[in-house]
């Protein structure tokens, strides 16, 4: 499955943007799912991730103020987040699961990764 990151962007603190993880080849609508980022000089971390049967999982620094939602009937995942932090500013990654359940947050336990989209958070 090949997925593709979109929606990142330049936003002001307090504001919202909603990535897009739209995925081709096959669908994934019964795969987890999960959003990471990586910030210059820092190691990938987990964001988000959503189960198939929509549980889902949040980073301590996102919660409450990411959403991470699926919609099977375009194939896509999406991350909405609202009340922005200079220190959300990194490239977002989209990850996929082969199986439906989510295992873990880190990043080897995904198998299919998008390209990534650059989040900008201006003070």
Known sequence: VQLQASGGGLVQAGGSLRLSCAASGRTFSSNAVGWFRQAPG????????????????????????????????????????????????AVYFCAADRGAVVRGTSAPYYDYWGQGTLVTVSS
């Open 42 to 89: 820092q190691e990938r971390e987990f964001v988000a991730a959503i189960s198939w049967g929509d549980v889902r999982y949040y980073a301590d620094s996102v919660k409450g103020r990411f959403t991470i939602s699926r919609d099977s009937a375009k194939n896509t995942v999406y991350l909405q987040m609202n009340s922005l932090k200079p220190e959300d500013t």
